[in-house]
């Protein structure tokens, strides 16, 4: 049965395989002498089958892409040593965050070691001395006035004023 | 690049004259860039051919045919060699194709425009006769005419007639290629070609009178 195209010049939809094998030549005798028969007697067949044989002269008188040329080889292998390169970078950007974490977490332990370190150090420096004025306690005159001593809060102050206004008078 | 190139030549020279791709697959995979580059040369013309049939803008195919063997490059590791490399390989670059398409948001350059007189007279010439044109300008400026009236077929149908027709692709590998059945593709193709003779036919009657009665002699 013709498909109807709206052209007037379909093929049988059971032949087009057949017409198309025949076209190029792939159909074995009897086959291909059982489509040349077909072909002749229907006349939608035989009509897409000219117009197929013409519309191939059209196609096979164009020029195929030409060869892209030997220099298209080395652009190609230029470009994929490009991008590998490109791509380890890529790979040694990934871990760059962590190295400069790593750089900057250290650089900070460091400091805060040493500020402990000499933290530790100076405090120590000025504990000895009462450690060490803290243990004689032969030679301390008890009767000797106490050294004057800075007031630790408003009391303090006021008492020393009374103090002082009584030794006066 | 060097060292390599030479680790590929002595193999072939005491061994087969002339490395099949499996070998030269095999060799790529285990980073020999020689091999590869010969897989490119022996390819590139094909790719190039496949990629000019889907995009139909000569400007953009270099760069894209390019892009298509830096792809198979980066994934030749993973070809595990059940289809044939050639296989492969035009499969990337269909999907390369169509990537690119979609990136661009441009659809196939195809061209709808009336034909001059003298276009005309050239086809006429091709349809009538069994002698096509000698010369490349000349069969250059055919498929250049017939790229223009491919603009009234589907996009599929376009591609299918200049890979196959054009290009030499067999059905087999574009059936493979753009995932159809076989007999799809024939069918497709038989009928696309009668497209074309009628978008032909429309434009004889079209541009001239005295060409439309030499196309109206051959029409039945």
């Known amino acids: ?169 | 690049m060097a060292a390599s190139a030479t680790a590929l030549t002595l193999p072939l020279q005491q061994g087969e004259k002339r490395a099949d791709d499996r070998e030269l697959v095999r060799l790529s995979q285990n980073g020999t860039e020689a091999a590869f580059e010969e897989l490119v040369r022996r390819h590139q013309q094909r790719v190039f051919a496949l990629v000019a049939g889907i995009l139909h803008r000569p400007d953009d195919v270099e760069d894209v045919a390019q892009q298509v063997f830096l792809k198979a490059y980066l994934g030749i590791k993973r070809f595990d060699q059940r289809a044939a490399f050639s296989t492969w390989l035009y499969k990337i670059a269909v999907n390369e194709c169509w990537d690119y398409l979609r990136k661009r948001k441009v659809r196939p350059l195809v061209y709808e425009a009336d034909l001059s007189e003298e276009q005309v007279s050239r086809l006429d010439g091709i349809v009538s006769s069994d002698r096509p044109p000698e010369s490349a300008s000349a069969r250059t400026e055919t498929r250049e005419i017939l790229e223009r009236m491919l603009g009234a077929l589907p996009e599929q149908d376009q591609q299918l007639l200049i890979l196959k027709e054009i290009e030499g692709f067999s059905v087999q590998e574009l059936a493979e290629i753009l995932g159809l059945n076989v007999n799809t593709v024939k069918v497709r193709l038989f009928r696309a070609r009668g497209r074309i003779m009628e978008s032909y036919r429309r434009r004889l009657n079209t541009s001239g009178k005295g060409h439309a009665s030499s196309a109206g002699s051959r029409k039945e």
């Open chain 1, 1 to 169: 049965m013709p498909r109807d195209t709206g052209f007037g010049n379909a093929a049988c939809e059971q032949y087009e395989v057949l017409l198309e094998d025949y076209l190029n030549g792939e159909l074995s005798g009897a086959d291909a002498k059982s489509v040349a028969e077909h072909w002749q007697e229907c006349a939608g067949c035989r009509a897409a089958l000219q117009n197929s044989v013409a519309g191939l002269r059209l196609l096979r008188a164009s020029e195929p892409s030409a060869d892209p040329g030997a220099g298209f080889a080395r652009i190609v292998m230029a470009r994929i040593r490009a991008a590998e390169s490109e791509r380890a970078s890529g790979r040694a950007n990934f871990w760059q965050p962590f190295v400069s974490f790593g750089w900057r977490f250290a650089a900070t332990a460091t400091l805060a070691l040493g500020v402990l370190v000499s933290y530790n150090a100076g405090l120590g420096h000025r504990l000895q001395p009462n450690v060490a004025t803290a243990r004689p306690t032969d030679n301390i005159d008890i009767f000797a006035p106490e050294p004057a001593r800075a007031p630790a809060n408003g009391d303090e102050v006021l008492m020393m004023v009374a103090d002082n206004s009584h030794a006066k008078f």
